[in-house]
């Protein structure tokens, strides 16, 4: 079973800072995804990944898949990017593997 | 449908009493998932089906769980003797079913077992 650990668990910043949350993972994957979920809220898909880097906007996610990482960085943070982050992993069987999930990431950012 | 429904949004049951949760995925995806999320947890894995069958349902806790999808859309969780520690926010998720799918997750229902 895949072990996925998230971190920081809690993460509070001014507007306008540089965000960095890490997911790292312990088997290998066919994909990791990074979710959004806000307070109430159902959940997001913000990106999965196989390999390399994505950017949507002012968020970019990337992933090593050697070292078993992924990185999602938020540039100039708003208020609005205030939610739970998660990182999920879909096991090497692909779509017959359901996910695994991290506790999330819960970021505030204050204006 | 344009996204993933879930009903009821908000239910709140006693316990020893029977529950069913609808998840009517995205037209046309094979790929279904039903997810736990306690409070202040990261979601938990259920089941997956792929078309009618379960794929997977190693994540179902105990045999008080039991999920169908007998025409490949709709899917029905269904909870017999709910206990206290039932209560979480029961999440669906739908794909097209290929390993670079991606997920769309409907807004979850609330199960809360007094």
């Known amino acids: 079973k895949n072990e996925v650990e998230q971190s920081p668990q809690n993460l509070t910043a001014q507007e306008g800072e540089f965000i960095t949350i890490n997911c790292s993972y312990s088997v290998g994957i066919s994909a990791l995804h990074w979710l959004q979920q806000h307070p109430g809220g159902g959940i997001v898909s913000l990106f999965m990944?196989?390999?390399g880097k994505k950017k949507h906007g002012r968020l970019i996610a990337t992933i090593n898949i050697q070292e078993k990482h992924s990185s999602l960085h938020i540039t100039a943070s708003h208020p609005r990017d205030s939610a739970v982050y998660i990182c999920?992993?879909?096991?090497?069987?692909?779509?017959?593997?359901?996910?695994?999930f991290g506790k999330g990431t819960h970021l505030i950012i204050q204006p | 449908g344009a996204g993933v429904s879930q009903t009821p949004s908000n239910k709140v049951t006693e316990k020893g009493k029977y529950v069913e949760l609808r998840c009517d995925p995205i037209s046309g995806h094979t790929a279904l998932y039903w997810y736990r999320q306690s409070l202040g947890q990261g979601p938990e894995f259920l089941i997956y089906?792929?078309?009618?069958?379960?794929?997977?349902d190693s994540g179902l806790p105990n045999d008080r769980f039991f999920a169908v999808r007998p025409e490949g859309s709709v899917s029905t969780l269904k909870i017999q003797r709910t206990e206290r520690g039932d209560s979480a926010v029961y999440l669906c998720a739908s794909s097209s079913g290929t390993s670079r799918g991606e997920l769309f997750f409907g807004e979850g229902s609330r199960l809360t077992v007094l």
């Open positions: 990944l196989s390999s």
């Open positions: 999920a992993v879909r096991g090497p069987g692909g779509g017959a593997d359901g996910l695994t």
């Open positions: 089906f792929q078309g009618t069958g379960a794929a997977d």
